[in-house]
């Protein structure tokens, strides 16, 4: 293993690989300078994000402005990805659109998940005990796990049940009654115009005139209001109550740490497994959980904890996760810088991490994804070499350019092992395993010695920026 | 809802929506601009993407919703185009439309048939960079606006370079991604400066005459105006594009009225529920203009929820009988309104 870069920076590197979608060398240097503890307190604490603006989006694409579709809320949400100046918002979006997994097939209504994110975007650094009844009330999830149909007198158990397995306890920590107690606490937490909004998804009609988006209702008629027995605990308990409940667990506050651990410090294995699998570092789940309870749900407060802890800075935490195909396509994107202004091309782009298994907002089933190695599989793995390739290797990127001219600074005369340096600091790749630098110095090498006679410097450095970002540890964060 | 705005003077009021959402055939998808026939026939102007390019079509039709057909196609080939941007037609009914992905103008007859493509992308004299809004002049030259070069181009048909004016900036005279242009029946010239949040009027040689409206959501404010036309009166209409309303201003700019859009169902609307029963009934029994708390001040998120009012204007165009046509991008239709 080979270090190329300070301690410091190498570092930072690995900050901006987790809580956003890595970083130019340049930009790296300046946060450096600003401090660690700092970087991360305005990685927090970004307010009013500056990113591409919606007028600028909705003005050329018109499905991203009405959505009628399944690509568009997803190709709008990478245009935020790709421009924001607060990654870790958008880097948490993705957690919580793993978590709360919603998709499109059964709702047929872009809008209504672009809707969701947006909440996220809101809530997602807030109260857990807030995000909690913003996701009991959020229309694209009432529709999609049912609660729609789950009345007084009649429940339907399908959010009361994920709700507990899922977004919060889950396995092992509830009984069948505490579910169906649950459902009945959040009888009556429907969407406006119930009948008329779920015919049009079932139907998948744009007739007469487009979609019309959700807003959540509360019919107090249709509501349970007798009393309930929920986790030992009896009252006239509606939703709110019930997400109360939950909130004071202890394996609440467990099971988020587990997850908010397996985004941001290194992959454990999916939630299925986690009732028998135990965490992969228990003192560090515990450490979370204290925090939770300390600063009465902060997820921020959470966040806080753990970029300043010594489990995420650690030198064995870093590089231990796959970046997900939505995460991978933006950390090239930013780099190439070639979405500084719409471009027609973002549709495609955007279906890029469909192509290596993460079509967002279209989740396989309300358990989201499985992240970590389970990214890659062979088809997979070539779409994201690929990816990364042909995007380094655009030399009409913006990006590009200023990368190879960045390289290029060092002179004429540089030896291969100098280029290569040169290149993984430009990538931020802060360490790199021997095999993966000797082959690139190899390539280098023997590019040098046997480049045809037309090929100039800028191309030769193309192609081993193109190498680089299809090696193990560009593919990583 | 309506505003005391609203109502307080009239200069236009509803008279019916055209239109049905349709990926292909009869009806819009993502209508962005329509042009006026002599023979009072309406070509509507789609913006589809790869993700659904059935919808890059003109759709040609009537006041009273009589379908003519439909031509043009997605693509970067003879006569296809990827961002369809503006329209208009010129007094030998040839039929003009930029793309401002392409950065080329089309140019066909009235049946559809490809006269002509022309345009080339850059800034020099003459070039271009993402063509947007379109207008025909009293002597049928074409005004081009170069909306990523901040300027006015002026063509002949066949799009030889006449003349320029405008820059980038905000200053008098400047225009920031400017969208829409029309010609009043003096000659001048007003263009929807998008970026600076106004309507700039100009001589017909390209002098800075005067600006009007500022930046908000008050009356006579705009947020990113994308059309304007100017009637036989003096009056000027602007598509308030991310205000989701069109403002009425009198000859010298001050406010008039405004609406955020009064939608009913159209002909082909109807007819469409009349033969899907289930849906018109929950339609019926739905609350179409339901009363929301709202998170955020955008309009946006009101015409993303109430079906009748505007979401995206993104052209005006007036027709043969003076009547003022808006085009209701995001919602496929037109609302169409007298005025009086």
């Known amino acids: 293993m080979t270090t190329t870069m300070t301690s410091e920076k190498a570092l930072m590197a690995h900050l901006m690989r987790r809580a956003g979608f890595g970083a130019s060398s340049e930009e790296l240097d300046r946060l450096v300078e600003q401090g660690y503890d700092e970087t991360v307190d305005q990685l927090l604490d970004i307010e009013q994000p500056n990113r591409m603006s919606d007028n600028i989006i909705r003005r050329y694409h018109s499905e991203y402005s009405g959505m009628m579709g399944n690509l568009s809320a997803g190709a709008n949400w990478m245009y935020r990805m790709v421009s924001t100046d607060a990654p870790l918002r958008e880097k948490l979006n993705l957690m919580w659109h793993g978590m709360y997994a919603t998709g499109y097939s059964k709702l047929a209504n872009g809008k209504v998940l672009h809707d969701q994110i947006r909440m996220f975007e809101r809530h997602g650094m807030g109260s857990f005990k807030d995000l909690l009844i913003e996701i009991s009330k959020d229309p694209a999830m009432i529709v999609w796990l049912d609660n729609v149909e789950n009345h007084k007198g009649s429940i339907n158990e399908n959010y009361g049940r994920e709700l507990l397995e899922l977004f919060s306890l889950g396995v092992g920590n509830y009984t069948e009654h505490d579910v169906k107690e649950a459902a009945r606490a959040f009888t009556g937490w429907t969407i406006g115009n119930t009948e008329y909004m779920t015919m049009k998804s079932a139907r998948d009609s744009v007739w007469p005139y487009g979609r019309l988006s959700f807003h959540f209702e509360y019919k107090a008629d249709d509501h349970d209001d007798s009393e309930k027995e929920f986790l030992g605990r009896k009252g006239n308990f509606n939703g709110e109550d019930i997400v109360d409940i939950i909130c004071e667990q202890p394996a609440t506050a467990e099971f988020l740490s587990r997850h908010i651990y397996s985004f941001f410090v290194a992959d454990e294995p999916p939630v299925p497994e986690w009732p028998y699998k135990p965490p992969r570092d228990p003192e560090a789940i515990a450490a979370l959980s204290n925090i939770y309870f300390e600063s009465n749900y902060s997820i921020k407060a959470m966040l806080n904890y753990l970029f300043k802890s010594e489990f995420f800075k650690s030198d064995t935490a870093r590089f231990q996760r796959i970046k997900g195909p939505a995460e991978l396509v933006a950390s090239v994107l930013r780099l190439t810088e070639e979405f500084e202004k719409p471009d027609i091309s973002m549709n495609p782009m955007s279906q890029q991490a469909q192509f290596m298994g993460q079509h967002l907002l279209s989740p396989p089933s309300v358990e989201g994804w499985h992240w970590g190695t389970e990214w890659i599989d062979s088809g997979a793995l070539v779409e994201r070499v690929n990816f990364a390739s042909e995007h380094f290797g655009n030399l009409d990127a913006p990006g590009v350019e200023t990368l190879v001219n960045r390289i290029l600074d060092a002179g004429d005369d540089i030896a291969p092992e100098a280029v290569i340096d040169r290149t993984l600091d430009e990538l931020a790749i802060t360490e790199i395993s021997d095999n993966s630098r000797e082959a690139l110095i190899d390539f280098a090498t023997r590019q040098s010695e046997s480049a045809p006679a037309d090929q100039t410097r800028r191309e030769r450095v193309v192609n081993i920026l193109k190498l680089a970002g299809a090696t193990p540890e560009f593919q990583r964060a | ?340």
Not at chain 2, 69 to 92: V, Y
Not at chain 2, 224 to 248: C, F, K, L, M, T
Not at chain 2, 287 to 302: G, Q
């Open chain 2, 1 to 340: 809802m309506t505003t005391a705005s609203e109502t307080k003077t009239k200069r236009i009021s509803f008279n019916r929506t055209i239109g049905v959402a349709a990926m292909q055939g009869r009806g819009f998808y993502y209508p962005w601009a329509v042009s006026v026939a002599d023979d009072g026939r309406y070509f509507v102007l789609g913006r589809g993407s790869d993700s659904d390019p059935r919808g890059t079509r003109y759709t040609v039709m009537n006041f009273e919703e009589e379908y003519f057909g439909t031509f043009g196609a997605f693509g970067t080939g003879e006569g296809e185009s990827l961002w369809n941007t503006c329209t208009a037609i010129d007094s030998a009914q040839q039929l003009y439309q930029t793309d401002e992905s392409l950065h080329r103008i089309i140019v066909r007859n009235l049946d559809g048939d490809l006269l002509n493509t022309w345009g080339e992308h850059g800034a020099g004299e003459g070039q271009l960079n993402g063509p947007a809004g379109i207008a025909v002049t009293a002597s049928d030259e074409l005004l081009v606006v170069d909306q990523q070069n901040g300027r006015i181009q002026k063509f002949t048909g066949d799009g030889k370079i006449i003349s320029s004016f405008g820059e980038s900036g905000s200053g008098d005279g400047q225009l920031n991604l400017p969208w829409g242009i029309c010609v009043d029946s003096a000659g001048d010239i007003y263009v929807a400066d998008w970026g600076n949040d106004r309507v700039v009027k100009f001589t017909a040689d390209g002098g800075f005459i005067a600006n009007y409206g500022s930046s908000g959501r008050g009356e006579g404010e705009f947020d990113a105006p994308a059309s304007v036309v100017v009637d036989e009166d003096g009056y000027i209409y602007v598509a308030d594009w991310a205000n989701q309303r069109v403002q009425v201003l009198d000859s010298n700019g001050a406010f008039v009225q405004l609406t955020r859009g009064e939608s009913n169902d159209s002909k082909w609307a109807q007819e469409f529920l009349d033969a899907n029963s289930e849906e018109q009934a929950a339609r019926a029994g739905a609350n179409l203009e339901p009363d929301i708390e709202f998170n955020t001040d955008d309009p946006h998120e009101a015409s993303a929820h109430i079906e009748k009012y505007f979401w995206g204007p993104t052209h005006l165009a007036l027709d043969n009988d003076g009547h003022l046509l808006v085009v209701d991008s995001n919602r496929h239709r037109l609302q169409v309104f007298d005025i009086s």
